[in-house]
């Protein structure tokens, strides 16, 4: 199953189109579900999605649109405008619990303001979302990110993207890449470090990466 | 002195222009050089600044362009394409030797790729840029980025920008916020956070951080 979660950010609604379209056929798979976070109920509204899911304040949508979303939406959690997390931390553990095999799909995190892009990006990193991580992936249309834990990992290459980057989030330890053009055997990184621009080797649509301690972020991306 | 670095990431080229006055104003001070990174030499040209520098492989710049870039520029270092530090960090070393006493201001460095974004953030963190940290800044039409060691700060308000978020990059000991609507006492952070949305006081152009560990991000941003 592929569950689509639209929050506040931009992103280009015909990527958006193509990429679902892209991942039905990818996985062979027809089930999903769309939810919007916010700003991003008005988005999935706009592209004239479904919407599964609608949660958030609402504080910035108006009443009028607020209410077409409420008619369109199969089910809604409204949430208090003061509180301790974030609306996409909460819709989150929403998508978790309601869907908790699915491959989750974030749009509309990764453009705009950069702190709230920080803020994604450390919020996925909880500890809460650690059973569901491996299938957490933010994507706008130049940029594709997914989160890795200490381990093993195998990352396919997205046709749409170019390069691929490893971003450390922490310092690393036993850092080994294979099947790309710039490999590393056991590499040590005291401090965080950005790998970028590395690529899949030609004519290889997959790769492994593995380490022993830290966070990672493995980026595909293109200019 | 301020020094106005540009990458190759997009930006507003009026909201720049605006910027570059509205410093001249603030520090009374119209000493300046403008310093432009790869494609970022282009953009001071299609702007019709003055380029004192131009750092990069240029690669990415037809050789026309290069050969425009050339004659303008009072200075160039030509890099060569296959490198260990990417050609901002190699920029950011050179402005640092040739302009020590300087306020940076980079453009072009946070929108585009989330993998240059994240890149850029963690050099300017190296230990090699610690003497000059304090006067970094990152900036686009919706984001301000100063970067924190431990210790104490002032942040002051930038007119344009609403909001000001503090987004811990490792965990945090003893953060407090003083001068803001959402402050803080001597908290603690185990696991990297993003705390966002927060806002100065009305009437206050400056607030007070101060903490023990870690590293931390100032963004001032608007949606």
New interface residues.
């Given amino acids: 199953m592929q569950v689509y979660l639209i929050g506040s950010g931009p992103f280009d609604p015909d990527f958006f189109k193509g990429y679902v379209e892209r991942q039905k056929v990818a996985h062979n798979d027809s089930e999903t579900a769309f939810v919007g976070v916010d700003l991003g109920a008005k988005q999935l509204l706009d592209m004239d999605f479904p919407i599964d899911l609608a949660v958030g304040d609402f504080d910035?949508i108006e009443d009028k649109v607020y209410q077409q979303v409420a008619k369109k939406a199969a089910s809604i959690e409204k949430l208090e405008p003061m509180k301790d997390e974030?609306d996409t931390e909460h819709a989150l553990g929403s998508v978790a619990d309601l869907y908790p095999n699915a491959r989750y799909h974030l749009f509309g995190m990764?453009g705009?303001?950069?702190?709230?892009?920080?803020?994604n990006l450390?919020?996925i990193?909880?500890?809460r979302f650690a059973p569901i991580i491996d299938r957490v992936h933010l994507v706008e249309e130049?940029?594709a990110?997914s989160f890795l834990r200490p381990g093993q990992h195998q990352v396919d290459r997205l046709k749409e993207m170019k390069?691929l980057?490893f971003?450390?989030?922490?310092p690393i330890t036993g850092l080994t890449l294979k099947n790309v053009v710039y490999p590393l055997d056991n590499y040590q990184m005291p401090?965080?470090?950005?790998l970028?621009?590395n690529e899949f080797l030609p004519g290889q649509n997959t790769m492994k990466i593995a380490f022993s301690n830290g966070l990672i972020?493995a980026?595909q991306?293109r200019?």
């Fill in positions: 910035s974030t990764l705009g303001r950069v702190d709230h892009l920080l803020s450390w919020l990193y909880q500890e130049n940029n990110v390069y980057s971003v450390a989030m922490t401090t965080p470090l950005a970028i621009s972020l980026i991306a200019d």
